[in-house]
T-cell receptor, first 110, second 113 residues
């Protein structure tokens, strides 16, 4: 699976949109981009995934660049409960293995 | 809702002990995983299983073994616990080969003294 690069930490004001970037320049055509988050003292939680089109669900939006070398997770109206470590993962479709990196620690500031 | 349950939230064991960490999922998922999480290193995959009695090594299998005798249960075994195995251990499950999400348990914080 391709490697991902994320900033170590970010801050965002409560109520604003939080934009979390992820670089995956070596991504191949059959690899999906997944996002998970881990709130303190809990196991990771799935957020969203996509291949090449932008995706949106009740939690977040995922914007993948046309060349698929990077993506951005958007939390449209961040709340204090969104404070967590966010993991960007690239994974081959059908590959059971899910490999995490160190993620981005997002802090929402009141 | 899918539930992944780990048998203990906190565990303290002595060096050299054989340690069993148990994980049970209630959604008939094919795949189960064991990770460990350490500060600065993120989550690292130890072993995973895609079917009963089937297992595959992850990125850091040394010092660990696993057992999956029933579909719902996946056990992580530390044959002879060492202090460098002090960590947070997380179990997860996912449905199948389709690109579905993985569900995680709450974790077991193991301390080896």
């Amino acid at each position: 699976d391709a490697k991902t690069t994320q900033p170590t930490s970010m801050d965002c004001a409560e109520g604003r949109a939080a934009n979390l970037p992820c670089n995956h320049s070596t991504i191949s055509g059959n690899e999906y981009v997944y996002w998970y988050r881990q709130i303190h003292s809990q196991g990771p939680q799935y957020i969203i995934h996509g291949l090449k089109n932008n995706e949106t669900n009740e939690m977040a939006s995922l914007i993948i660049t046309e060349d698929r070398k990077s993506s951005t997770l958007i939390l449209p109206h961040a709340t204090l409960r969104d404070t967590a470590v966010y993991y960007c993962i690239v994974r081959v479709f059908g590959n059971e293995k899910l490999t995490f990196g160190t993620g981005t620690r997002l802090t929402i500031i009141p | 809702d899918v539930k992944v349950t780990q048998s203990s939230r906190y565990l303290v064991k002595r060096t050299g002990e054989k340690v069993f960490l148990e994980c049970v999922q209630d959604m008939d998922h094919e795949n189960m995983f064991w990770y460990r999480q350490d500060p600065g290193l993120g989550l690292r995959l130890i072993y995973f299983s895609y079917d009963v009695k089937m297992k595959e090594k992850g990125d850091i299998p040394e010092g660990y073994s696993v057992s999956r005798e029933k579909k719902e249960r996946f056990s992580l075994i530390l044959e002879s616990a060492s202090t460098n195995q002090t960590s947070m251990y997380l179990c997860a499950s996912s449905l199948s080969f389709r690109d579905t999400e993985a569900f995680f348990g709450q974790g077991t914080r193991l301390t080896v003294v």
